[in-house]
């Protein structure tokens, strides 16, 4: 079995940075390909970013592109996320997700891709 846990969270003001952390337990001889999504509250859970097993091709959100950057050292790593310039609108629960052996450079954005998730960590923006 697997597990993912999330850290990094917290409460921040607008401007601010934070990096979230995705690391993986049990299955380690795995390789993952990694998303984060996050749910803000009365909304559907979003795609934020991702990064294929190798770290070699990623994906962003419009929404947050050019403010956020995923990253990881190698295919069994933890996986980034650093979140710069944050804004209020970035508040949520952020879910790392993963998806095992895929080794595909494309980055699938549907939340039934993955295999694992992990618990969530919390965002708050504060204006």
């Known amino acids: 079995q697997v597990q993912l846990v999330e850290s990094g969270g917290g409460l921040v003001q607008a401007g601010d940075s934070l990096r979230l952390s995705c690391a993986a337990s049990?299955?380690?001889?795995?390789?993952?390909?990694v998303s984060w999504f996050r749910q803000a509250p009365g909304k559907g859970r979003e795609f934020v970013a991702g990064?294929?097993?190798?770290?070699?091709?990623?994906y962003y959100a419009d929404s947050v592109k050019g403010r956020f950057t995923i990253s990881r050292d190698n295919a069994k790593s933890p996986v980034y996320l650093q979140m710069n310039s944050l804004k209020p609108e970035d508040t949520a629960v952020y879910y790392c997700?993963?998806?095992?052996?895929?080794?595909?450079?494309?980055?699938?954005?549907?939340?039934?891709?993955?295999?694992?998730w992990g618990q969530g960590t919390q965002v708050t923006v504060s204006s």
């Open positions: 049990g299955r380690t001889f795995s390789t993952y390909a």
């Open positions: 990064i294929n097993w190798s770290g070699g091709s990623t």
């Open positions: 997700a993963g998806r095992l052996n895929y080794y595909s450079s494309s980055i699938d954005q549907a939340q039934t891709a993955y295999d694992y």
